[in-house]
Nanobody
Framework: VQLQASGGGLVQAGGSLRVSCAAD????????MSWFRQAPGKEREFVAG????????YYADSVKGRFTISRDNAKNTVYLQMNSLKPEDTAVYYC?????????????????????WGQGTEVTVSS
């Protein structure tokens, strides 16, 4: 399984950015996907998740109402639309999946529950 994240960059506070993650090596439409982030000096944390069909989404409280996760199963790609960005959103953003998300009706929020990770894309929000 290979995950390739892209779309990071520098944006001013209040701005928007969309990051993408292209997947290869799995039947993408059968698995859930998550985004995590890791700020300098902090642990990696869950940001958002989406189930295999796109019918269920999950968000950290810190991003609820500002970030939207979506997926295009025809393109094997998951997206994270980030609006109203704040300096505290500055981090490296990682996409992740795991075999346990196969048609899963529950969700997984811990980093050690995921075996497959993208390389990360850096998002910097200036004040």
């Amino acid at each position: 399984v290979q995950l390739q994240a892209s779309g990071g960059g520098l944006v001013q506070a209040g701005g928007s950015l969309r990051v993408s993650c292209a997947a290869d090596g799995l039947t993408f439409s059968n698995y859930g996907m998550s985004w995590f982030r890791q700020a300098p000096g902090k642990e990696r944390e869950f940001v958002a998740g989406i189930n295999w069909s796109g019918g269920r989404t999950y968000y950290a409280d810190s991003v609820k109402g500002r970030f939207t996760i979506s997926r295009d199963n025809a393109k094997n790609t998951v997206y994270l639309q980030m609006n109203s960005l704040k300096p505290e959103d500055t981090a490296v953003y990682y996409c992740a999946t795991d075999l346990r998300t196969y048609y899963s009706t529950t969700w997984y929020y811990k980093t050690d529950e995921y075996d497959y990770w993208g390389q990360g894309t850096e998002v910097t929000v200036s004040s």
